[in-house]
């Protein structure tokens, strides 16, 4: 991967990371009708910026338990987000956003994210720090999150009226 490209990938990444971290600390109406849209947006773009990462690599053992690693570490933290996102009725309608305490968890998420492409990196599994994989992890983190949000939108007692 050429250092353009590299700098691309994560000023891409940075953006989107502050743009749902701006959204999820600001009450925002819960469409579920459109709750999959994030991520499924994000696996997307991630899946398609990866490609040109994946060409010609070779995927060890060792990247692929990374991966595996990260992944389920993404959707168990966005499962967290979800879980102390604060949910409300407005008018008839759904909203929600995770909060001061939920958008801490990103510094999880960065964290075990550093320590993966440090590790990665040092184990020669490269392919596991590329932008798209990042972003195929956010829209892990973001899937995990919906689910929460809409188990908690089934449950009257758990969504406070206003």
Do not use: C
């Not at 990103?106 to 994210?113: G, N, Q, T």
């Not at 020669?124 to 689910?147: D, F, H, P, Q, Y």
């Amino acid at each position: 991967m050429s250092l353009q490209n590299a700098v691309f990938e994560g000023v891409v990444v940075v953006l989107v990371l502050g743009w749902i971290i701006y959204r999820q600390t600001r009450w925002q109406v819960l469409d579920l009708a459109q709750v999959w849209r994030g991520p499924v947006i994000l696996a997307v773009v991630g899946v398609l910026v990866s490609r040109s990462a994946v060409a010609g690599a070779s995927i060890g053992a060792l990247a692929v338990a990374l991966l595996a690693l990260e992944a389920v570490l993404s959707v168990g933290v966005g499962i967290g987000m979800g879980m102390l996102s604060q949910v409300r009725r407005v008018d008839g309608r759904l909203q929600a956003r995770t909060g001061l305490a939920g958008s801490l968890l990103w510094f999880v998420m960065v964290a075990v994210r550093l320590g993966v492409d440090v590790w990665a990196s040092a184990s020669g599994a490269k392919i596991v720090a590329s932008g798209g994989i990042i972003l195929l992890m956010l829209a892990l983190n973001r899937a995990g999150r919906s689910v929460m949000l809409l188990r908690r939108t089934r449950e009257p007692y758990r969504v406070a009226a206003h």
